[in-house]
């Protein structure tokens, strides 16, 4: 089949390749909207195109560095906190969880650690039952490091250690209680929990059943709570039919008529002072979210004997937009409740997963757990011969963790606590003011007869105001934001846009063909 050719068109030569090659270089330099590439394909003199060249490249590299800084920029921070745009009333939160543990760990007319203390040290006669229970206490109290011969320190306690403990518990005598200004049962309100500073009482925390799994061991009635949750979650908060009078509990508005209030009888003869190195008196609190296990030896204040105490609430709550869910939790510093599954824990939060790595760690370590600590049948309990190994294992965790931070290395061993935030979460800030209260001439002026063998303590609980402002967690730089500031560089310094890739793939591939099927060849004819 013979080609025809117009009047000024002449079949193509059979070139080299590279001839060709240049050929159709030099056609892509004159089309294209790459800026600076027509001169490459013009006939110039050598300095001249060396000179563009080393233009280009410098260009080029300037491009390439700004890309590189704003993906960098991405990689490391997607995410901005800021704040809200409107305040958030305080009925959406639950009010907090209040934990009360006395400082004097048992009854004391059932059994005192002072008294028995004081036998082992005169060597005073000492029954089987009060030996054991001394022991038990140990764990509890501050360990005794003069006693060291004096009792046995086994390294594991049997099953029948919780059952003591709770026989010989501390009472915690409430009366005129208050919440949202009515008057109600104070036994109603606290329910007994074990926490590490022994049995303590929580007011507004979830049931047992609704935190742990079903594989953890429970004791009695402890963390029972008098209602199971009703539609309240930390990510959406209450459901519109909630009503009024949920549980967890809210408070409906602000102000220390609409909080809690109570008064707590503390007889002379229930103080102990030998339990603990301080001997201070009184009562731990600490405030806290009701899904979380409080640790009142690591955050509280106090409740000191005699005096009246104050605390003005101020809710932390942040949140987290649909957006950052995309990015890897690692990136956005947070996890969605779904995303992280505890083996302990049914609800994940931040100081749940490390109690559980502390409880694992532990008995990694030391074979055992704490008596607070949340385990299965199978594990066992640590006696007062391994209170320095559950130390210096809670230390190492905390120095380990500490490290990794300051080391700022992202890998990921297997002995990690990966305790990242939850994304949606509140915590309760508290100011507190206490003064003395001379309770005694109250009850005179009201023509009452005070008791001069008990101490009265006051504690009030409300929140500052009806509405607290939020921090949300939000998109910083999004895939679009990124594209656009990768084109935005692209084009100040070599004017490269998608049309310019566009052309790049039209010449590798249709212009192509198509001067093959005109020509006869793929480069065409030179220009």
């Known amino acids: 089949m013979e080609t025809k050719f117009g009047n000024d068109e002449s079949p193509p030569r059979k070139n080299s390749f590279f001839k060709n090659v240049r050929t159709y270089f030099r056609e892509y330099c004159n089309c294209t909207s790459i800026h600076g590439f027509r001169y490459f394909g013009e006939k110039r003199t050598i300095f001249e195109r060396i000179w563009w060249i080393i233009i280009f490249l410098i260009c080029l590299i300037a491009c390439i560095s700004a890309i590189y800084g704003v993906y960098r920029k991405w990689e490391g921070s997607p995410v901005i906190v ?80 919780f059952e003591t403990v709770h026989k010989i518990k501390p009472q915690l005598l409430l009366y005129n209680c208050m919440y949202l200004g009515n008057t109600d049962t104070c036994s109603r309100f606290f329910i007994p929990i074990m926490t590490d500073e022994g049995v303590c009482y929580t007011f507004n925390m979830l049931d047992r059943g609704e935190i742990y799994n079903d594989n953890v061991v429970q004791f009695r009635n402890y963390q029972r709570a008098p209602r199971n949750m009703s539609n309240w979650s930390v990510e959406q908060g209450y459901a519109a039919d ?68 104050v605390g003005a609430v101020q809710p932390v709550m942040i949140s987290t937009s649909d957006k950052v869910q995309m990015y890897n939790p690692k990136r956005r510093g947070c996890y969605f409740p779904s995303e992280r599954r505890l083996k302990l824990f049914k609800i994940y939060t931040s100081l749940n997963c490390k109690l559980e790595c502390l409880t694992n760690f532990t008995l990694r370590t030391c074979g055992c757990v704490n008596f607070f600590m949340p385990r299965d049948n199978e594990t066992r309990i640590c006696g007062t011969g391994k209170i320095t190994c559950m130390r210096n294992a809670e230390n190492f965790m905390q120095i380990k963790d500490l490290h990794r931070k300051l080391s700022k290395k992202d890998f990921k061993r297997a002995d990690d606590c990966d305790c990242l935030p939850i994304c949606t979460d509140v915590t309760y800030d508290v100011e507190t003011s206490q003064t003395d209260w001379d309770w005694k001439k109250s009850y005179s002026a009201h023509l009452l007869k005070p008791t001069n063998d008990s101490h009265l303590s006051s504690l009030t609980i409300f929140f500052k105001s009806d509405n607290f402002v939020t921090s949300e967690r939000n998109e910083l730089y999004g895939p679009i934001d990124f594209l656009a500031n990768f084109g935005g560089l692209l084009g100040l310094f070599t004017g490269f846009s998608v049309l310019s890739l566009m052309e790049i793939l039209y010449f590798l591939s249709i212009r192509m063909i198509c001067n093959n099927r005109l020509y006869g060849y793929w480069a065409g004819p030179e220009m």
């Open 82 to 161: 800021n704040f809200a745009n409107q305040g958030t009333p305080i009925y959406q939160i639950p009010f907090p969880a209040i934990t009360i543990c006395p400082e004097s760990k048992s009854f004391q007319p059932v059994f005192s650690y002072t008294r028995t203390m004081q036998k082992m040290l005169s060597n005073a006669s000492v029954t089987p039952a009060e030996h054991t229970t001394f022991e038990y206490m140990s764990l509890i109290c501050k360990y005794q490091d003069k006693l060291n011969s004096s009792y046995s320190k086994p390294d594991i306690f049997p099953d029948d250690f």
């Open 242 to 309: 909630a009503g009024l009078f949920p549980y967890p509990a809210r408070a409906l508005f602000a102000g220390a008529v609409n909080g809690l209030s109570f008064n707590i009888i503390t007889p002379k003869t229930y103080l102990d002072f030998a339990c603990r190195k301080s001997s201070l008196q009184g009562y731990k609190v600490i405030l806290h979210s009701p899904m979380r296990i409080p640790r009142p030896s690591q955050q509280y204040f106090r409740v000191p004997l005699d005096q009246s105490v």
